[in-house]
């Protein structure tokens, strides 16, 4: 078997290790549209707020003889309106004026809405139902109408506008966090508190506003430029800033009546207006990718449909081994955060026959899924990437066949069947639905016909009255039901491999029973071979013809089932085995492993599991440790194994 890559040295002594991942602002500025509009924004608001320093002329000094100068004349830079007055002071002061009530009336209406959406969405009853048909009303209004009708009530006036403003856009934010607010309401969490003896009032603002805080900033965020283009519109029709004030809105509406004669002076801002409202669009954007966090991945960028590979040796002709149907050499998969590279698999061989059961066993956080997801290009990019190794199924390399190849594989020759089945299962079709697509993807066969089959294969799974659970929705079955409906769906193409990840971990004793059986039994009637991934032994006895060991992204020990459990080779696996309880050895103590496993973005220089094993010398942490074969079929990485036969140089 392959020997894993070296792993990266510690680092010396004193000196500061980065972060594992970038901060807030490092992922902001990977986003070059974010960074762009932060750019702008930052130089506009700098520049209004320095306004007063600035060698401007008065904004408001009217000069008849030179009004209507076009830009670049001299002392005026981008001209002069009707009355001779600067545009460049004008468009500072102005941008000053429209930030200073789109920032303020974004704030007062986060505020009001938040504060209602969070009250509603908590107390819900007859308070909900009061708040929300308030918040109907202000809705059932154009808000640009209601915004007119408040300024005419109150007054033309820059202050009026800001209130009509902030008004109008409260439901926006009530109606947003009145929902999140009302899930979060039913969490567990907040049972919790509640059971604490906390008060409503602590609730509301120490365990839910938390919660929507991101949502808010993300909402104020892309509100603001909107706020602004309220703000000039309303100047613009003369209800906003009066006479001699100036803002955006108001200057572009002083040049609509000259706009043939001299376009520049409605131009100008104008196109401050543009320049400044995508600006912070563009921030907008930027701080609610930020602010996700299935989003940070270090570049702000969604996952592709297969992971990236990026070998820098390609293999040459790979002969896969003789009776394998998959055969992996030499498996490593990164992932990378800024500038910190996790080596979640480090070199990983494994061989599957045909109607065989491999076991990967092993603590979480290992590599098992990683590597196995490896295999058909599930682990997402990015931040993952398969720098190394092969992926023979059937003498064909998985990881250099196009993305349509790899498409045409996945369900048909080799599937999966994951941990939650919940999760797996969409929530909005029936079991049927979901079953017959899994079919006419790999099959052309009419509706009724793959109706027919998706009977036949929950017949075939051991469930009851197919005809009806075909009609029910995830959420209407059992755990052990909604599990042997995914491997329905994993067989309904025939397929050579099935990869169970940890299948039966969510499972009680006796459905895990039934469902390890149940795969027991198709494997042999198909013929269909196995990956099985688990953490537990006990598991492994049940269903496994051999078993690898896997800890830290390595393989430590390989060998049959029964090899394995009755003489481990690797203090690892034999403590392992001593985590597993057994039936009427009740004297037996069940000890637990002490540390914890190394982080993989700062792997030791020896052996992965040295500072854990009570074996462990100078020469297992002084150099990376290959696998020592001893027998057909048998291996372990390990310089002091527990048994005579696995003795080396």
Known sequence: MAEASTATATPARGQKRSS???????????????????????????????????????????????????????????????????????????????LAVGISATLIAAFFGSLIGLVAGYAGGRVDTLLMRGIDMVMAFPYILLALAIVAVLGPGLLNALYAIAVVNIPFFARNIRGIALGLSRREFVDAARLSGKSHTQILFIEVLPNVLPVIIITMSTTVGWMILETAGLSFL?????????????MLGDGRKILFTAPHVSIIPGLMIFVLVMSINLLGDGVRDVLDPRLKSGALTRPVARTAVMREDKPGDVTPSPGAVLDVRGLKTEFHF?????????????????????????????????????????????????????????????????????????????SHVFQDPLSTLHPLFTVGDQLIEAIQAHQPLSKSQASERAAELLKLVRIPNPGERLKAYPHELSGGMRQRVCIAMALAADAKIIIADEPTTALDVTVQAQVLALLDTLRREKNTGILFITHDFGVVSTICDRVAVMYAGQFVETGTTEEILNTPAHPYTAKLIDCVPVLGQTERRLDAIEGRPPVVNNLPVGCRFAARCPRAQDDCRAAPIPLFEFGEGRAVRCIHPLIAEAGHD
Do not use: Y
């Open 20 to 98: 594992g991942r970038p901060d807030n602002l490092g992922l902001l500025l990977n986003n070059k549209l974010a960074t762009a509009g932060l750019a702008i924004f930052l130089l506009i608001v700098l520049t209004a707020l320095a306004a007063p320093w600035l060698p401007l002329p008065n904004p408001d000094v009217t000069a008849p003889a030179d009004r209507l100068l076009r830009p670049l004349s001299e002392g005026h830079l981008l001209g002069t309106d009707a009355l001779g007055r600067d545009i460049l002071s004008r468009l500072i002061w102005g941008s000053r004026v429209s």
């Open 238 to 250: 003369g209800l906003g800033a009066q006479p001699p004030q100036a803002d955006l809105g108001s």
């Open 338 to 414: 800024g500038k910190e590279i996790f080596r979640a698999v480090g070199g990983v061989d494994m061989r599957l026959g045909q109607g065989e059961c491999l076991g990967i066993v092993g603590e979480s956080g290992s590599g098992k899924s990683v590597a196995a997801m490896s295999i058909m290009g599930l682990v997402p990019t990015p931040p993952g990437r398969i720098i190394g190794g092969v992926a023979l199924l059937e003498g064909e390399d998985l990881f250099s066949v196009s993305d349509e190849r790899v498409r045409q594989l996945r369900g048909s020759a080799v």
